[in-house]
Each structure stands twice: as structure tokens, then as C-alpha cells.
């Protein structure tokens, strides 16, 4: 264990903390700017505004609490993607709190690399694994937020269909999709349509609402409203036929996982495999196994090992995920 790595693991930590209470600071001088804001904005709403979407509204361009730190992440493409994904998995926090978490992670996995194996490549390699785990953190929120968003998606459109054919508005439809629907489409839709009340026309905000879901379906949606504002067509029957599309595709993906089902239980049993194999040869014979760990040349296939499995499993989950 080096001196120099010891120091650079805790400057990082006390950068962290540092980092921490100076955008506490700040946040304490903004929250009475942002209740201004949130009222005037009351004032010139058309409809009753609801303080989440106002907050929303106030923090979309905003990384970082800290006025410098948020100029410096506003020029990378990475904190702006990281943005958007925080955004798209309504996780809070910033962007610039997930990239220090990122930092700090990563920092600790090349002090364990290099403390534990003493190689460069080691810790590089857990630098990265650690360093990704707030990212991948958030693309599982991001994941599972659309997965419901997709699945609501067909009764949505149902509903806003049957309500243009009552007479009501597009406007009128939103309205009843955002009050009846639970997060996400609720929350999205409810945002749409407080943009458009702001004066935001309706294609830049079904554009802004395309941004935000990572919805292949959603697609359909949004641009055959912007066509029939152009060209004219019975609305409500064009988005009752994309809501008997998106349910055809479920039903076709729900064939592709049933045939699917044989390639990634085979997947799941190969990945478990060499782990089993080993714990058994580790109680059958200690001695024997325990040169893995003990010799330069076993941690050297240990590691050889464990690098072709991540490969083998990423190519693995590649041939049994097929997109329809």
C-alpha cells in the first residue's frame, strides 16, 4: 500500500465532502429565489401549475448546484447525457453529485486493485466497474420507468381516442390522460401539457416529451399529431390504430420471449457454471484450488478467467436479447 495512493484517496474524499457542503450552501440561498419564481410562474399559468413540474422547469438546464462547477459540466456531452438520464429515471439528485459519486467510486476501486493485486490493469479495470456503478444505477431507474410507461402506453392512447371522439380537444385529452394515469405517463403528460400552457407550441412540446421517454412507440404517437396539425385527418381514429400497433408488438414480443426463454436459461446456466464448479472443487480439496489465489500463476488465470466470462456473458445476453 503506497503513501502517494493513500493521499490521493483521501484528498479525493475530503474533495467529495467539501463539495457536498459548498452546494448545501448554495441550495439554502436559492430555495427563497425559487419560491418567487414558482409564484410568478402561478400567475401566468392557464391552469393550476403544480410545483413539481415547476421544479422541473427550474432544474432542467442545472447540473450542479455550484454556479462554477455547473458552467464547467454545462461544455461536457457526458454530464449532459448524464443529465438527461437522471431526467428519464426521475432519480434525484444532479448530475454533478453523480459524477463526483463516479469519481469517488472509481478512486476506491483502483485503491482496491492495487492494493489487493498490485497490477495497473487490475486497478484500472475496478476503477472502471466502480466508477460505472452510479450510471448503471441510473440506467436501471431509467429502464424500468419506460418499461411502465410503455405498458401504459396503449391504454393511454385508448383514452385520448375515445375523448376526441366525445368532443373534447387534444388539449382536453391530455388533460384526462395526466388526471387519470399514475407516474410515468401521468407526470409526463402533465408536463406536456403545462408547456404548452406556458405558450410552448405543440410540437416543440411533444418534441421536448419524446426527448425525455425512450420510447420507440411514443414515436408513432408524436409524429402523426405533428402531421395532422399540418395536413389535416381524423385524429382520433389515427391514434386508435397506433394503440392496436403497440398492442400487436407486445403480443409479438411476448412470442419472441416465450421462444427465446431455451437461449437465456442456457445463458444463465453457463454464467453460473465455473462458479459452481469451483466452490464444490473448493470443499471437495482446499489445497488444490487454493493455488488460484495463492501463486502469481493462479491469480494470473484467475484474472485471465474472469475476463473472458464478462466476455462471454456480454456476448451471450447479445445473442438472447432480440428487439421486435
Known amino acids: 500500500m503506497s503513501l502517494p495512493l493513500i493521499v490521493a484517496a483521501g484528498c479525493t474524499l475530503v474533495f467529495f465532502i467539501l463539495a457536498m457542503g459548498i452546494a448545501a450552501l448554495f441550495r439554502a440561498g436559492r ?110 431507474l431509467k429502464n424500468r420507468r419506460m418499461d411502465r410507461f410503455q405498458k401504459q402506453l396503449p391504454d393511454a392512447l385508448d383514452l385520448m381516442s375515445r375523448a376526441l371522439k366525445a368532443g373534447h380537444t387534444f388539449g382536453g385529452g391530455m388533460r384526462m390522460v395526466a388526471d387519470e394515469f399514475d407516474d410515468p405517463m401521468g407526470s409526463e403528460m402533465r408536463t ?43 385524429l382520433a381514429e389515427i391514434i386508435s390504430n397506433i394503440a392496436r400497433l403497440v398492442r400487436e408488438r407486445f403480443v409479438l414480443f411476448g412470442k419472441v420471449k416465450v421462444l427465446s426463454a431455451e437461449g437465456r436459461l442456457s445463458a444463465l446456466l453457463l454464467s453460473a457454471l465455473p462458479f459452481v464448479v469451483v466452490a464444490m472443487m473448493y470443499t471437495i480439496n482446499p489445497d ?37
Open 31 to 140: 430555495d427563497e429565489a425559487e419560491d418567487k419564481v414558482k409564484k410568478r410562474l402561478k400567475q401566468f399559468a392557464l391552469t393550476e401549475v403544480e410545483s413539481e413540474s415547476i421544479d422541473l422547469v427550474l432544474k432542467e438546464s442545472s447540473m450542479s448546484e455550484m454556479p462554477w462547477f455547473n458552467n464547467f459540466l454545462s461544455s461536457l456531452q457526458f454530464a449532459a447525457n448524464l443529465n438527461k438520464l437522471i431526467a428519464q429515471g426521475k432519480a434525484k439528485g444532479s448530475a454533478g453529485v453523480y459524477l463526483l459519486l463516479c469519481a469517488l467510486l472509481g478512486m476506491g476501486g483502483i485503491y482496491i486493485g492495487v492494493s489487493m493485486a498490485e497490477r495497473i490493469w487490475v486497478a484500472a479495470i475496478l476503477g472502471y466497474f466502480f466508477g460505472s456503478i452510479p450510471v448503471q444505477y441510473l440506467r436501471f
Open 192 to 234: 406536456t401539457l403545462e408547456e404548452i400552457n406556458f405558450g410552448m407550441d405543440v410540437d416543440r412540446a411533444l418534441s421536448n416529451l419524446q426527448s425525455r421517454v425512450a420510447v420507440d412507440d411514443l414515436k408513432f404517437f408524436v409524429v402523426s399529431v405533428n402531421i395532422q396539425r399540418e395536413t389535416g385527418g381524423n
Open 288 to 324: 488444490y484450488m487454493s493455488l488460484l489465489w495463492t501463486t502469481e500463476l493462479g491469480r494470473a488465470m484467475a484474472w485471465g478467467a474472469a475476463i473472458s466470462m464478462l466476455i462471454g456473458v456480454s456476448i451471450m445476453r447479445r445473442m438472447v436479447k432480440i428487439k421486435v
